[in-house]
């Protein structure tokens, strides 16, 4: 009876076996797959910094030419002023007129 019974036990003993190989190698065929598709990802980060890259410049270059087209326009608003100043006039000062100004 034991002679059976340890039979018995052994015959389980390898089909558990049996099955956790194959759960083992089903399991090293899933880390090969993702080695792989981190391979895949790994070779196209080059190219993704290059892109990165450019969009930066592309960004940077976007707002130095809205920062110049500010600057061009106040540039425009001074020179109007400047302009509009040079056409004045001071009226002239008399003696009265300054002690009118000053409240004397």
């Not at 969009?55 to 326009?73: E, H």
Request: proline share 2%; net charge neutral; hydrophobic share 40%.
């Amino acid at each position: 009876m034991v002679r059976q019974h340890t039979l018995e036990s052994i015959l389980g003993r390898e089909s558990a076996l049996d099955e956790l190989e194959r759960e083992w190698s089903e399991y090293m065929g899933e880390v090969d797959n993702l080695k792989s598709a981190v391979t895949q990802v790994r070779n196209k980060l080059p190219t993704l910094g290059i892109i990165r890259e450019n969009a930066r410049i592309q960004i940077v270059t976007l707002q130095l030419v809205a920062l110049l087209s500010l600057l061009k326009q106040n540039d425009r608003s001074i020179r109007g002023a400047v302009e509009a100043l040079e056409g004045f006039q001071l009226a002239p000062l008399t003696s009265s007129r300054v002690r009118r100004l000053l409240g004397m």
